[in-house]
C-alpha cells in the first residue's frame, strides 16, 4: 500500500532564505506525485505534478521539486521565500491504476519578516 | 469560472442530529470526492465516486453516507452514528476516472458540535 511522509510538521524560515520541504514516499509500483498548498481556511490548491519524464518540475509562486526515484523522494524547494508562501503544503500519491490518492500530513511553513 | 462550491461555509451540529454538507461542481469531472481535514492528520477519505449513481467508501466511510444522483452534485451526510464529527471537511473534484490527474478543491465547510 502507498504512503507518505512528511517529517517535518513545521518550517519556520526568514524572508527571502531558501526553503525545502521534504516528502517521501513508499510504493512499489509506478507513482504520480503532487505537491498543493492550502492558506486558512481554505482548499487545497495544485503547485506541481510529476507525471513522468524530467525529474525536475516547476510550479507556480517559483516553486519546484525534485522527483528521486531510488530516494522515493520528491522534496519541494523554493531559492526565496515571501511572507504570502506561508500555508501548509501537502504532498500527495497516487498508484498507476489506482483512483485513490494518499496525501501527507502537511509542512506547515511559517514565513519570518 | 468553473470551480467547486461547497456549503455552507460553517454548520453546528446538535447531538443525536444528521447534517448534510452540500458539494457542487460545474468543471464537468467524472470523479468526486469527500475528505476530512484535523489538524496534524493530513486528509483521510471519507467517500468517493467515479461516475453517476456509483460511490466506494474510503478510510473512514463510517457514520457517514453520501449520494451521487447528478453528476454535478456529492452531497455527504454526517449521521448521528458519527460520534467525533468536528472538523473541517474539503470535497473534490478530478476529471475522468484517470489516476494522474490533480484534484480541485472547493474551499471546506467546517463542522462542529453545539
Known amino acids: 500500500a502507498q504512503s507518505v511522509t512528511q517529517l517535518d510538521s513545521q518550517v519556520p524560515v526568514f524572508e527571502e532564505a531558501p526553503v525545502e520541504l521534504r516528502c517521501n514516499y513508499s510504493?512499489?509500483?509506478?507513482?504520480?506525485l503532487f505537491w498543493y498548498v492550502q492558506y486558512p481556511n481554505q482548499g487545497l490548491q495544485l503547485l506541481l505534478k510529476?507525471?513522468?519524464?524530467?525529474?525536475l518540475v516547476k510550479g507556480i509562486n517559483g516553486f519546484e521539486a525534485e522527483f528521486n526515484k531510488s530516494q522515493t523522494s520528491f522534496h519541494l524547494r523554493k531559492p526565496s521565500v515571501h511572507i504570502s508562501d506561508t500555508a501548509e503544503y501537502f504532498c500527495a500519491v497516487t498508484e498507476g491504476g489506482y483512483q485513490k490518492v494518499t496525501f501527507g500530513t502537511g509542512t506547515k511553513l511559517q514565513v519570518i519578516p | 469560472d468553473g470551480g467547486i462550491t461547497q456549503s455552507p461555509k460553517y454548520l453546528f451540529r446538535k447531538e443525536g442530529q444528521n447534517v448534510t454538507l452540500s458539494c457542487e461542481q460545474n468543471l464537468n469531472h467524472d470523479a468526486m470526492y469527500w475528505y476530512r481535514q484535523d489538524p496534524g492528520q493530513g486528509l483521510r477519505l471519507i467517500y468517493y465516486s467515479q461516475i453517476v449513481n456509483d460511490f466506494q467508501k474510503g478510510d473512514i466511510a463510517e457514520g457517514y453516507s453520501v449520494s451521487r444522483e447528478k453528476k454535478e452534485s456529492f452531497p455527504l451526510t454526517v449521521t448521528s452514528a458519527q460520534k467525533n464529527p468536528t472538523a473541517f471537511y474539503l470535497c473534490?473534484?478530478?476529471?475522468?476516472?484517470?489516476?494522474?490527474?490533480?484534484?480541485?478543491f472547493g474551499d471546506g465547510t467546517r463542522l462542529s458540535i453545539l
Open positions: 473534490a473534484s478530478s476529471e475522468g476516472q484517470v489516476t494522474n490527474q490533480p484534484q480541485h
Open positions: 510529476y507525471l513522468s519524464g524530467s525529474t
Open positions: 510504493s512499489s509500483v509506478s507513482v504520480y
